[in-house]
């Protein structure tokens, strides 16, 4: 496959985002980035690393008190803005998603709607941030809480969503109070200085949130800043493994939310055309790149044998082409090395003695240089076989057939993996079942990508998750804020009590 390398002296280069101003870099420090449906360089982004780092840090350490005193109305005058200005370029970072990603563009646009969501929450920040009072816990002693932010703050986050899982953090944070600096993903940038371009324009003051682009070099440079209080991490559990136990060996406070294989139980009542829907949906909606899709299925029964031609049939029908083009289901693969990692899967579950049911090397992609891939279903598949046991993150849907519902649960729940999951039925009884049995925090019913909304919690286990706490909502507050707990008495001059080393008590 030929990916155009000519001309890139003529490609666009990124700026950093440092202190509200964009930090020029000349393009030997910077890399590639390919638009996966023509394969062509159309922007080129920085290698940043820890003089970058360094200075995003500085700046944001310098903008964190005037911004932690702000007024929380003034605050959160500057989110609505924010929130609208996000809204208003929607279809803007939509097309930056899609050019940069392959994914669709209406999925795009879905992807910008659900970061908006947190965004959304992040207005109502008075209200969030309320501590607690409570008068007389002893004679004349009142106690109260109240939660402070935590200073300078990361985010680190990954190819797949590149306004949605960022927007599931900064917005956070900044609400809270903290400052932030933005590390996302070398290879879909793009959307990236749009969104702190639109920060700046809402009124967020400068170096309240910073963008240090880069790889390895500058994830070891915040891991290890001292001035860095929290981190939240999202993308492969070998890096936010890494993130995790360095961040927290320092002190910090790290919440890494990492990699997914998760299986969807179709007990043998439940309506087979929505879940052969789901399955396509899931299995191949922005090929195979989310990391709350079902990847797999475990069919309880003779479920399999029904449902096998119910798939067929829709992917017969699947549009795979350019995410721009009206009418596509599916764009290309994000990168050349992950299409052909994805091609190395498929061979091994081939060689695992997986049945290959439908073969998406075989598809020949609109435009031969693009990162186009088909789709591909393997039947058959068990727990023993690597494809079962590892994540893909691509266009390759597996089924696997369980004799019962404990069979199935007992499956999901032995994964080394649990980020999500979820049940087929029309069986009120078993579906509750499953929600107290299954060892797996985020949980759909009839639905195969169980995402919670942008203003709720989100969080995975095992190794889908490092750290206590979930990201966004109640939880994301918590994450984002030490809390004080405050005990207080205002004695009248001239009548204490006589003196005491007795250890005070509730009296
Ligand atoms: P990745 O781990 O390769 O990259 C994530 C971030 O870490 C990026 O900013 C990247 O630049 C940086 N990075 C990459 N390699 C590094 C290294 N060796 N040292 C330090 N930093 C490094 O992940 P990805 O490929 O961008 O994203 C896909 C993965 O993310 C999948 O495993 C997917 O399941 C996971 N994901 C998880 C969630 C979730 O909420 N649990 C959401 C989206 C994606």
Redesign the pocket.
């Known amino acids: 496959m030929a990916v155009e390398t000519v001309n890139e002296a003529a490609v666009p280069v990124l700026s950093h985002y440092i202190d509200a101003t964009e930090v020029a870099v000349a393009p030997e420090a910077t890399g590639p980035v390919y638009n996966p449906a023509t394969g062509k360089v159309i922007v080129r982004v920085p290698r940043g690393g820890q003089a970058e780092v360094d200075a995003a840090v500085a700046s944001a350490k310098a903008a964190f008190p005037a911004w932690r005193d702000m007024p929380l109305i003034a605050r959160s005058n500057i989110f609505f803005n924010f929130r609208a200005l996000m809204y208003e370029h929607r279809e803007d970072l939509a097309r930056l998603i899609t050019r940069d990603h392959g994914k669709t563009f209406p999925d795009a646009l879905a992807e910008v709607l659900r970061g908006i969501e947190t965004i959304d929450f992040a207005c109502g920040l008075p209200v969030h941030l309320s501590g607690l009072n409570t008068p007389n816990v002893s004679t004349k002693v009142d106690t109260s809480t109240l939660r402070v932010p935590l200073g300078v703050t990361a985010a ?6 590149p306004v949605m ?1 960022p927007t599931w953090i900064y917005p956070m944070a900044l609400m809270a109070g903290n400052t932030v600096i933005l ?5 879909t940038p793009g959307a990236t200085q749009l969104q702190a371009e639109l920060w700046t324009q809402a009124g967020g003051p400068k170096g309240t949130f910073n963008v240090v682009y ?3 070099e ?3 440079a915040l891991v290890e800043h001292k001035d860095v209080k929290a981190i939240q ?8 493994r ?2 995790f136990e360095e961040g927290t060996k320092r002190g910090k406070r790290v919440g890494s ?4 294989k998760n299986a969807m139980l179709v007990l043998p009542d439940a309506d087979l055309d929505n879940v052969a829907d789901a399955a396509v949906a899931s299995g191949f909606g922005s090929a195979g ?4 899709a079902q990847t797999m299925m475990i069919a309880v029964g003779d479920t399999a044998d029904q449902l096998r031609p119910k798939i067929l049939e829709r992917i017969a029908k699947l549009k795979i082409a350019d995410g721009m083009e009206p009418g596509a289901d599916m764009g290309p693969i994000y990168s050349t090395e ?1 299409r052909e990692s994805i091609i190395k899967w498929i061979g091994i579950g081939e060689a695992e003695g997986a049945e290959l049911v439908v073969d998406g090397r075989t598809f020949v992609g609109p435009n031969p240089d693009g990162f186009f891939l088909g789709v591909t279903l393997f039947d058959h598949v068990t727990p023993a076989m690597k494809i079962y046991q590892e ?1 893909i ?1 691509g266009p390759v849907f597996s089924i696997v057939r369980a004799k019962t519902y404990e069979e199935g649960l007992a499956l999901i729940n032995g994964h080394k993996y649990a ?1 999500g999951t979820a049940i087929f039925t029309t069986n009120g009884g078993a579906a509750r079942r499953f929600k107290l049995e299954v060892d797996v925090p985020m949980i759909g019913i009839n639905l195969p990508i169980p995402v919670p909304a942008g203003f709720m919690s ?3 286990a095992k190794d ?2 490092f750290g206590d706490l979930p ?1 966004r909502g109640e939880d994301g507050v918590r994450f984002w804020t030490q809390q004080k707990l405050i005990t207080e008495r205002w004695p009248e001059p001239g009548k204490q009590g006589p003196l005491s080393l007795v250890f005070p008590g509730n009296s």
């Open positions: 680190i986050t990954p190819f797949n969503f899982v590390k996302p993903s070398s290879h880069g790889g390895k500058a994830v070891k991490f999202v993308g492969s559990t070998a890096v936010g890494y993130v939310y990492t990699s997914a790149e989310r990391c709350m992950h994540e993150f980020n989100f969080s995975g889908s998750s990201m």
